[in-house]
């Protein structure tokens, strides 16, 4: 159970780095997009060490 709960956190991640990744791209990204983006992926990382 606490391997496929961390997978699936580690999988959040590498989601949220492809979408943060995916807006800095684009011509005119939108920093507030990255800003919070950026928030929720250290959210799970510090979530992922602490388990």
Known sequence: MEASYISAL????????????DELAR???????????KRRKLRIKDEIFHH
């Open 10 to 21: 580690q999988i959040k991640h590498a989601g949220l780095e492809r979408q943060i990744h």
């Open 27 to 37: 011509p005119a990204p939108d920093l507030s997009t990255v800003k919070t983006l």
